[in-house]
């Protein structure tokens, strides 16, 4: 009986991997150097937004250093 059982999970297992793989071959797929380019042309046209690249205004950020108060 455990053969059987082994033997429909196997089935199972293999089932489950076909179908995984007829999803994947649906997927549209481009050429790498598309997506290359596409992703360049993001970064460029998006650049002046990101404040890993262009900093965060000392009054925006969260995380400056405290300030010591002047009449002490």
Same mark, same amino acid.
């Given at each position: 009986?455990?053969?059987?059982? *082994?033997?429909?999970?196997?089935?199972?297992?293999? /089932?489950?991997?076909? +179908?995984?793989?007829? &999803?994947?071959?649906?997927?549209?797929?481009?050429?790498?150097?598309?997506? *290359?380019?596409?992703?360049?042309?993001?970064?460029? /046209?998006?650049?002046? +937004?990101?404040?890993? &690249?262009?900093?965060?205004?000392?009054?925006?950020?969260?995380?400056?250093?405290?300030?010591?108060?002047?009449?002490?």
């Amino acid at each position: 009986m455990s053969n059987n059982n *082994a033997s429909s999970s196997s089935v199972a297992v293999v /089932q489950k991997a076909v +179908k995984q793989l007829r &999803l994947e071959a649906k997927i549209r797929r481009i050429n790498v150097s598309q997506a *290359a380019t596409d992703l360049k042309n993001f970064c460029l /046209q998006n650049g002046h +937004k990101d404040p890993l &690249l262009v900093g965060v205004p000392s009054s925006d950020n969260p995380f400056r250093p405290p300030k010591s108060c002047g009449l002490l």
